[in-house]
């Protein structure tokens, strides 16, 4: 379902999710998302990311992915060109409340973030 989004679909989704954060250092960036897997393994899409520079929050990028993983609600997020990317490919729009938590608690937690793992997104 999700492969089968527009690259303006996917623009859109992830304008909602920075204007849905309260936050700065959020940009949407134009990506490729790659497909993956069966027949089509390295096949890409043009598309959309939201990107986070995680050094306004005084974190390496490879930090913030790390927070993102390990959070209540882990979030698999690639580390590219210095910043932290998220292809609204990857999420169902069901998941999309608890993802934008996710980020945010990544971002405002202290630098002794951990978290259990439950449910990824």
Same mark, same amino acid.
């Given at each position: 379902?999700?492969?089968?989004?527009?690259?303006?679909?996917?623009?859109?989704?992830?304008?909602?999710?920075?204007?849905?954060?309260?936050?700065? $250092?959020?940009?949407?960036?134009?990506?490729?998302?790659?497909?993956?897997? $069966?027949?089509?393994?390295?096949?890409?899409? #043009?598309?959309?990311?939201l990107v986070l520079d995680s050094t306004e929050y005084g974190l390496?990028?490879?930090?913030?992915?790390?927070?993102?993983?390990?959070?209540?609600?882990?979030?698999?997020?690639?580390?590219?060109?210095?910043?932290?990317?998220?292809?609204?490919? +990857?999420?169902? #729009?069901?998941?999309?409340?608890?993802?934008?938590?996710?980020?945010?608690?990544?971002?405002?937690?202290?630098?002794?973030?951990?978290? +259990? #793992?439950?449910? $990824?997104?």
């Amino acid at each position: 379902r999700m492969l089968g989004l527009s690259a303006e679909e996917v623009w859109a989704r992830a304008e909602g999710w920075r204007d849905g954060l309260p936050l700065t $250092g959020l940009a949407v960036c134009p990506c490729a998302s790659t497909v993956g897997g $069966g027949s089509l393994p390295d096949a890409e899409l #043009p598309g959309f990311a939201l990107v986070l520079d995680s050094t306004e929050y005084g974190l390496s990028p490879d930090a913030l992915t790390q927070r993102l993983r390990t959070g209540a609600t882990p979030v698999m997020a690639r580390s590219e060109r210095d910043r932290v990317w998220l292809d609204p490919r +990857t999420v169902q #729009p069901e998941e999309e409340p608890s993802l934008l938590a996710a980020i945010e608690a990544a971002l405002r937690s202290p630098a002794s973030f951990a978290a +259990t #793992p439950t449910r $990824g997104l």
